[in-house]
């Protein structure tokens, strides 16, 4: 049985799609708590009604990252934690951190990566005209965005798109594939060797999700 924590800070709709997956699919693990970084996010309300205890340690109370990132170390230690998911948490967290978490830490970013990292994916992608758009679930490095990729769901750049609508059609398919991988993590499928990322037992179609285009 894993002990997960998931890090939220806005409106916490990747974190219910984990939440339903791991107790509709009676997955091996325990959702010990919701984190965020902020009380007013919109999440905290949907994880309690997800019957989730939630928690917030708020990046406001400190003065810079190392002692936020202490703070977070300290609540996830005390709640056992084998799993860390990033699910819409808007912090850069420490080299540190990272490190203490290695493997053990995956996010879900709004682009397909090594595409547009960082922030304003959606907008970004518009402005470059690519064609194809997406999510990626990757294990965190200390590099930003980086780090060893899990699953990746394409999605199609359509006529008359704008960043919301973009940004819509990604997070259907990021609810999709979110899930997906934090199983294979709780499941131990992960193996990584030279920065890519093995995950035994899983066909590499299955680790990618191709949504339209023809
Ligand atoms: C998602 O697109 C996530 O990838 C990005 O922010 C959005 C958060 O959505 N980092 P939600 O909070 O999971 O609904």
Do not use: Y
Not at 176 to 204: F, M, N, Q, T, Y
């Amino acid at each position: 049985m894993k002990t997960v924590a998931i890090l939220i800070s806005g409106q916490g709709s990747n974190m219910a799609s984990l939440v339903r997956a791991c107790r509709d699919e009676h997955w091996p693990a325990r959702i010990a708590a919701v984190i965020a970084n902020r009380a007013e996010a919109a999440g905290l309300e949907v994880a309690r009604g997800l019957g989730v205890p939630v928690e917030v340690v708020a990046h406001t109370a400190h003065a810079g990252r190392e002692s936020f990132d202490a703070a977070l170390t300290e609540r996830l230690d005390a709640l056992g934690v084998d799993l860390v998911v990033l699910a819409g948490f808007m912090r850069i967290l420490t080299e540190g951190f990272v490190s203490r978490f290695a493997g053990r830490l995956v996010n879900i970013h709004p682009s397909l990566l090594p595409a547009f990292p960082g922030l304003d994916t959606h907008a970004r992608a518009l402005a470059a005209g690519v064609r194809m758009h997406g999510a990626t679930v990757h294990l965190v490095t200390p590099a930003l965005d980086h780090g060893p990729i899990l699953a990746q769901a394409a999605v199609p750049v359509l006529d008359g798109d704008d960043a919301s609508t973009l940004a819509a059609r990604v997070l259907a398919v990021e609810h999709r594939i979110l899930p997906k991988a934090v199983r294979w993590l709780v499941e131990d499928r992960v193996r990584v060797s030279e920065g890519r990322a093995e995950v035994v037992g899983v066909p590499a179609d299955e680790r990618l999700l191709w949504e339209g285009g023809r």
